[in-house]
């Protein structure tokens, strides 16, 4: 028999690369929104087989899902037809009858794709148990423009004490498209609504939203990866209303004190262990922190540091740095971090002149070398220097004159290094200088 090793190390990869997230996730509370047409899509066994091992890996999960694609369903079966105003179903009292059967169906549903424990099945020992029940009060929408919406209603309030009760005991709490009020009432509520208002309400880590696409994307067809609120407003104009409803979601979330929002495609297998436990994502995240940053670089840098350079150094194309030698300089060096880990760093080595500095040691890891992030480190580098009075930067490279050379670097004689490097240039590595003054913003 032939074993794939290249498959088992990709999986052992995969597996060492995830648990920082592993422990991250644990403990933290997640609410995940499944559209009416994320429930019938062939995907959607996968979906709850990723939300059973996140809820085994420790997550407090709370499921928000909708029926729009059932209720039409049932509409049109008996030839009803549903209006709308500015997106919004009117929810007449015949409509509300069918809207009640097909959250009670999709309801059943997800309890039993939750139970299933066969033998040889993902969900094998998962012993979930889910709970669902009146945490929803609502209230009617109302009468706008003239239009009484009827039964369909907004979100009033979410009993967030009790569902952090059913969270804690170990529960995975089901939440519909439906509300009920003081009086006995029943409201057909926009799912997205319940989700955001749960997230905020609950003072979730995370709202999930599946749609149909991967995510959002820019006028190119793009997939915009992470995005803020505040630039994520600018792409509502040109979405198609389904998108609009997640995005303005995921902002309201955000908004509301959810840290992170996330879109991902329900169609994609996957797609929700690939978004929370691997740093480049499957979707969008809109996100208030700073999910990829460049700063100054702290003492407890030092290890990521160190674990990005030494390939490089083994490679020869940086010279050894010890860590006593990082611990000294440590306030010299600048980094790009991404999700918590560290994939660039840079140092700037002022000379006792005050006019010039060395730009050493920058590298961006391997596999995120795309996005122009080396060009970032260099702005960032070239601004420090400007804010010191640096009125030159030089570099000594074995194998990178070019990158540095198509970035306005000139290539000079080691004599014109400054006195204090001239003493410790290896003659033996035959590195090239060149040598920059600062870029000044243009305003």
């Given at each position: 028999?032939?074993?794939?090793?290249?498959?088992?190390?990709?999986?052992?990869?995969?597996?060492?690369?995830?648990?920082?997230?592993?422990?991250?996730?644990?403990?933290?509370?997640?609410?995940i929104m499944l559209g009416g047409d994320a429930l019938t899509h062939e995907n959607f066994t996968n979906i709850i087989n990723d939300i059973a091992l996140l809820s085994s890996l420790g997550v407090r999960l709370v499921l928000v899902h909708g029926a729009r694609l059932q209720i039409d369903a049932r509409l049109r079966e008996k030839n009803i037809s549903s209006h709308f105003h500015k997106g919004r179903r009117i929810t007449d009292k015949q409509t509300i009858e069918y809207v009640k059967d097909a959250v009670g169906n999709l309801r059943a549903l997800i309890e039993s794709k939750l139970s299933i424990?066969?033998?040889?099945?993902?969900?094998?020992?998962?012993?979930?148990?889910?709970?669902?029940?009146?945490?929803?009060?609502?209230?009617?929408?109302?009468?706008?423009?003239?239009?009484?919406?009827?039964?369909?209603?907004?979100?009033?309030?979410?009993?967030?004490?009790?569902?952090?009760?059913?969270?804690?005991?170990?529960?995975?709490?089901?939440?519909?498209?439906?509300?009920?009020?003081?009086?006995?009432?029943?409201?057909?509520?926009?799912?997205?609504?319940?989700?955001?208002?749960?997230?905020?309400?609950?003072?979730?880590?995370?709202?999930?939203?599946?749609?149909?696409?991967?995510?959002?994307?820019?006028?190119?067809?793009?997939?915009?990866?992470?995005?803020?609120?505040?630039?994520?407003?600018?792409?509502?104009?040109?979405?198609?209303?389904?998108?609009?409803?997640?995005?303005?979601?995921?902002?309201?979330?955000?908004?509301?004190?959810?840290?992170?929002?996330?879109?991902?495609?329900?169609?994609?297998?996957?797609?929700?262990?690939?978004?929370?436990?691997?740093?480049?994502?499957?979707?969008?995240?809109?996100?208030?922190?700073?999910?990829?940053?460049?700063?100054?670089?702290?003492?407890?840098?030092?290890?990521?540091?160190?674990?990005?350079?030494?390939?490089?150094?083994?490679?020869?194309?940086?010279?050894?740095?010890?860590?006593?030698?990082?611990?000294?300089?440590?306030?010299?060096?600048?980094?790009?971090?991404?999700?918590?880990?560290?994939?660039?760093?840079?140092?700037?080595?002022?000379?006792?002149?005050?006019?010039?500095?060395?730009?050493?040691?920058?590298?961006?890891?391997?596999?995120?070398?795309?996005?122009?992030?080396?060009?970032?480190?260099?702005?960032?580098?070239?601004?420090?220097?400007?804010?010191?009075?640096?009125?030159?930067?030089?570099?000594?490279?074995?194998?990178?004159?070019?990158?540095?050379?198509?970035?306005?670097?000139?290539?000079?004689?080691?004599?014109?290094?400054?006195?204090?490097?001239?003493?410790?240039?290896?003659?033996?590595?035959?590195?090239?200088?060149?040598?920059?003054?600062?870029?000044?913003?243009?305003?």
């Amino acid at each position: 028999m032939t074993v794939n090793t290249s498959h088992h190390k990709d999986y052992v990869s995969f597996f060492r690369q995830s648990s920082p997230y592993i422990h991250a996730h644990r403990g933290k509370t997640f609410v995940i929104m499944l559209g009416g047409d994320a429930l019938t899509h062939e995907n959607f066994t996968n979906i709850i087989n990723d939300i059973a091992l996140l809820s085994s890996l420790g997550v407090r999960l709370v499921l928000v899902h909708g029926a729009r694609l059932q209720i039409d369903a049932r509409l049109r079966e008996k030839n009803i037809s549903s209006h709308f105003h500015k997106g919004r179903r009117i929810t007449d009292k015949q409509t509300i009858e069918y809207v009640k059967d097909a959250v009670g169906n999709l309801r059943a549903l997800i309890e039993s794709k939750l139970s299933i424990g066969l033998v040889n099945s993902p969900m094998h020992g998962a012993r979930i148990r889910v709970i669902s029940g009146n945490f929803v009060t609502a209230r009617p929408y109302g009468i706008h423009n003239g239009i009484d919406y009827q039964h369909t209603g907004e979100v009033r309030k979410i009993d967030h004490q009790a569902v952090h009760h059913l969270l804690d005991s170990g529960y995975v709490v089901l939440l519909s498209c439906l509300g009920l009020s003081p009086t006995g009432e029943i409201f057909n509520l926009d799912v997205e609504d319940v989700a955001t208002f749960t997230a905020t309400r609950l003072g979730a880590e995370k709202l999930i939203l599946f749609g149909r696409q991967q995510g959002i994307f820019n006028g190119h067809s793009e997939l915009i990866s992470r995005i803020s609120p505040s630039e994520a407003e600018g792409c509502l104009k040109t979405m198609t209303s389904d998108n609009r409803r997640l995005l303005n979601a995921a902002i309201a979330a955000c908004k509301g004190g959810v840290a992170r929002s996330q879109i991902i495609s329900f169609k994609e297998d996957g797609a929700l262990l690939r978004e929370l436990f691997t740093r480049n994502g499957a979707g969008t995240l809109i996100s208030r922190d700073h999910y990829e940053e460049i700063r100054r670089a702290a003492i407890e840098d030092i290890g990521g540091i160190l674990a990005l350079i030494k390939p490089l150094e083994k490679k020869g194309v940086l010279r050894r740095r010890s860590r006593k030698e990082l611990e000294r300089e440590i306030r010299l060096f600048s980094v790009i971090v991404l999700d918590g880990m560290i994939i660039g760093c840079t140092a700037l080595h002022p000379f006792p002149d005050g006019k010039t500095a060395e730009l050493a040691c920058l590298v961006v890891h391997k596999d995120y070398r795309s996005g122009q992030r080396g060009d970032r480190l260099l702005e960032h580098t070239e601004s420090l220097a400007l804010s010191q009075g640096i009125e030159k930067i030089f570099v000594l490279t074995t194998q990178t004159a070019h990158w540095f050379a198509e970035r306005g670097f000139i290539e000079v004689s080691e004599q014109e290094l400054p006195e204090e490097k001239k003493v410790t240039y290896s003659y033996k590595r035959q590195s090239k200088v060149l040598i920059k003054e600062p870029a000044r913003e243009v305003v």
